[in-house]
């Protein structure tokens, strides 16, 4: 049988957005395959990490292409890109919480093309006017990275409809939690 990488990462994703602390063990046995077979094509856990960091990018780089955030109201886009990238909340949720790859020296750099086409996004909504001027895109990109991690672990934990998902967030980060008198 041939080694489907493909697989193998979209089970581990699987399994490690549950169950962050799984051994290389858990991994082999979620992916159906030995553990000489898992470390024969990832060296250890930081490799494996590693590859679902690039799993992770590629899967939000195409969720960004097809959410198509330079068109229409950039609160529209927002709200596209939540419901592209919905189907890898859960990677994004364990990556965003694994501090390996944010403590060493050899940041992936789809991170910063992903934090530049997202904080675009949230600039060009300032410029129109949609977005409040005062919070950097810096910033929202961020809130938005955390909103998104937030919700995909209440979605694992049943705390949140899976459905409920886009709105949710975007109904947070767009409009706040301030609840506004009507005029």
């Known amino acids: 049988m041939a080694f489907d990488r493909d697989h193998v990462l979209r089970s581990a994703a699987a399994l490690l957005t549950r169950k962050s602390t799984a051994t290389m063990d858990e991994v082999a046995k979620a992916a159906g395959i030995s553990r000489a077979t ?3 094509h990832f060296a250890g856990r930081d490799a494996l ?6 799993l992770g990018i590629a899967e939000c780089e195409a969720a960004l292409d097809r959410a198509r955030p330079e068109e229409g109201p950039a609160a529209e886009a ?4 939540l419901r592209e990238i919905q189907p890898a909340a ?3 949720a364990f990556l965003y919480g694994e501090n390996q790859l944010w403590e ?6 789809g991170w910063q093309r992903l934090d530049n086409r997202i904080g675009a996004l949230f600039q060009r909504g300032q410029r129109s006017g949609e977005f409040r001027a005062e919070l950097t895109p810096a910033w929202l990109t961020e ?3 955390g909103l998104i ?6 979605v694992l934990d049943g705390r949140v409809a899976a459905r409920d998902f886009p709105t949710m967030i ?3 980060l767009l409009g706040g939690a301030l609840r506004r008198e009507e005029p």
């Open 49 to 54: 990490v590693r590859a679902l960091e690039s």
């Open 90 to 92: 859960g990677l994004l």
């Open 170 to 172: 975007a109904e947070l």
């Open 143 to 145: 809130a938005l990275y």
């Open 78 to 81: 927002v709200r596209r890109l």
């Open 104 to 109: 060493s020296d050899r940041q992936n750099d």
């Open 38 to 40: 898992l470390h024969r």
């Open 149 to 154: 991690a937030s919700c995909a672990w209440a």
